[in-house]
């Protein structure tokens, strides 16, 4: 259980920096059916995550974290990939700095604390009009592309972000080279010689958000990612009540 003091630390910096009118009542009405899921939910879903992570870190469930990127942060980290390789990587760094200072909680867990990182989740706008989920596994030096309609015309966009989320890698655990890590996509096309077994595929044109959130939801557990178009619905409820959960007063992941 956590001390008063951490609690109230905890529930302030949350209230500050991620629940300052972002959500409207038309944001949430995108998680009924045959809607779909704009930036700013998934945003706050993956807040809520990143709650959820801090809960789960600081009861010792876990010993190592989930770091969360934005839609704006990645599109930061893309805007500087147009310059080049090294221009992105550094965006990524400066985005992966302040995540980790906005996840202090003391003076004694900031940047230089990235041997408790397991993981940096993000969604990413693989196209303009659909989500997939990126993750980096930092224990195993893999990247991982979660896409729900899979196509290998994105494989461009992929490997241009794949090369500079391995670049800002390097930088960061030194002992991670960039030429050691391996992209995960999916088994149709293995990359590297390493497949892994088909991510779940959507059934309808607007469920993208949906399969998104729950892609990062499930990976920065270490779940296995079995669930199908059949689980949307309920999965956009579970959305719904977790973000309807948070208010000015309380952080509760669900």
Known sequence: PHEPEEETIRRDRYNRMLWTGVLTRADIARLGDDEWLNDQVINAYADSLSMRDDCLFFA??????????????VQRILDGAK???????????????????ARAIDNDV??????????IIFPFHCTATHWCSVTVDVT???IKFLDSIFSRRRMSSYTQLYNVLTTFAERVWPDKKAATW????????????LTMESVPQQAGDVDCGV???????????GANIDFTQDDIQFFRQKIALTLLAIDGDNATPM
Request: no cysteine.
């Open 110 to 119: 900031r940047f230089e604390a990235t041997e408790h990182i397991g993981r």
């Open 83 to 101: 310059e080049s390789r090294i221009a992105g990587a550094e965006m990524a760094i400066r985005v992966f700095g302040n995540a980790m200072e």
């Open 211 to 221: 399969f998104t959130a729950m892609f990062m939801d499930f990976e920065a557990i």
């Open 182 to 193: 391996t992209m995960y996509y999916d088994q149709k096309y293995p990359t590297n010689d």
């Open 140 to 142: 195993n030096s893999i």
């Open 60 to 73: 010792e469930e876990i010993d190592k974290r989930s770091i969360f990127f934005s839609t704006w942060d």
